[in-house]
């Protein structure tokens, strides 16, 4: 059980394009869901909470405008990046939390963007 | 804010123990975990323990917490090459945040 899913898994975009990465929590419903960025060798950088029907709350330095983020329902996130550039490219990894008192969150696969 | 710090590789001999170790500043963390991840890949729970406890045994996995020295371990016994990865410890930092360390690259050889 617990498990999350994005996609895509990979993907390789022209510098100025917009991409959208989803994620999904497929046998469990996530009050809170959240987008990491994770840059080669390094921790994760949290980047925003979402939770559902509310707007994201985004880390400090973090643009919202950027990187848009929408949680529609229960199980379903977004992340789109918009007017990619190179300096964009990264591993973004979601993870979702059904809200139990542990706080535990549950990662998705990650998706590897590469903006050209 | 939290500092969540822990050593960047760990080397051991397959069917050894592994211990990894991280330390940290804030203690009003109510759970504490460890994660896994491989590479390429997203991070899997393996384990967390309430901050009451001092000890958490599941299967190979150990973990021990020193509340008074901040300290937090996560003993791996009969080391596998399955278990090469990297293992982060992250720890509660409310509003259902999480809080990670470095990662921990572990490597194990014949």
């Known amino acids: 059980g617990a498990v999350v899913s994005q996609h895509p898994s990979w993907v390789i975009c022209k510098s100025g394009t917009s991409v959208k990465i989803e994620c999904r929590s497929l046998?469990?419903?996530?009050?809170?869901m959240f987008w990491y960025r994770q840059f080669p060798k390094q921790s994760l950088m949290l980047m925003a909470t979402?939770?559902?029907?509310?707007?994201?709350?985004?880390e400090q330095g973090v643009e919202k405008d950027k990187f848009l983020i929408n949680h529609a329902s229960l199980t379903l996130s977004t992340l789109t990046v918009t007017s990619a550039h190179p300096e964009d490219s990264s591993f973004y990894i979601c993870s979702a939390s059904p809200g139990q008192s542990t706080d535990t969150q549950y990662f998705g696969p990650g998706t590897r963007l590469t903006v050209l | 804010g939290e500092d969540v710090e822990q050593s960047l590789f760990l080397s051991v001999r397959e069917g050894d123990s592994s211990v990894i170790n991280c330390t940290y500043t804030d203690s009003s963390s109510t759970y504490l975990y460890w994660y896994k991840q491989e590479p390429g890949a997203g991070l899997q729970l393996l384990t967390y323990?309430?901050?009451?406890?001092d000890m958490k045994q599941d299967q190979r996995l150990t973990v021990l917490l020193n509340k008074k020295d901040k300290h937090l371990s996560l003993r791996i016994a009969d080391t596998q090459t399955g278990d090469s990865a990297i293992y982060f410890c992250a720890l509660s930092g409310g509003y259902n945040k999480l809080i990670f360390g470095a990662g921990t690259r572990l490597a194990v050889h014949p």
């Open positions: 046998d469990f419903q996530a009050t809170t």
């Open positions: 979402s939770n559902e029907g509310s707007k994201a709350t985004y």
């Open positions: 323990i309430f901050s009451n406890m």
